[in-house]
Nanobody, 122 residues
Framework: QVQLVESGGGLVQTGGSLRLSCAGSGNMFSIKAMGWYRQAPGKQRELVAGITSGGSRIYADSMKGRFTISRDNAKNTVYLQMNSLKPEDTAVYYC????????????????WGQGTQVTVSS
């Protein structure tokens, strides 16, 4: 099985920055992509960013130019650098790991972390 542990969430003001980390453990050999979804109150879970083991990156349009995803394959860890944060970025951010390289939609091949709260005050 795969276990994912997120860290780095917190409370920041508009325009501030946070860096989220997600460390994977367990049977990570089959994982081809990792990244982040988020879920705000009353909204569906949406893609934030993802990265494959080969380094290909995807971002949701609203995050382009503000968020950067990176990874350390040796540590089975992904990072999400979030800059220029806005109140609408407030959500629980969930790390994922997938045995499928394409993760633009949620599927049965994805493992999930417990989530970390990001709150951006206006």
């Amino acid at each position: 099985q795969v276990q994912l542990v997120e860290s780095g969430g917190g409370l920041v003001q508009t325009g501030g920055s946070l860096r989220l980390s997600c460390a994977g453990s367990g049977n990570m050999f089959s994982i081809k992509a990792m990244g982040w979804y988020r879920q705000a109150p009353g909204k569906q879970r949406e893609l934030v960013a993802g990265i494959t083991s080969g380094g290909s990156r995807i971002y949701a349009d609203s995050m382009k130019g503000r968020f950067t995803i990176s990874r350390d394959n040796a540590k089975n860890t992904v990072y999400l650098q979030m800059n220029s944060l806005k109140p609408e970025d407030t959500a629980v951010y969930y790390c994922y790991a997938s045995t499928a390289a394409v993760t633009t939609t949620i599927n049965d091949y994805m493992y999930w972390g417990q989530g970390t709260q990001v709150t951006v005050s206006s």
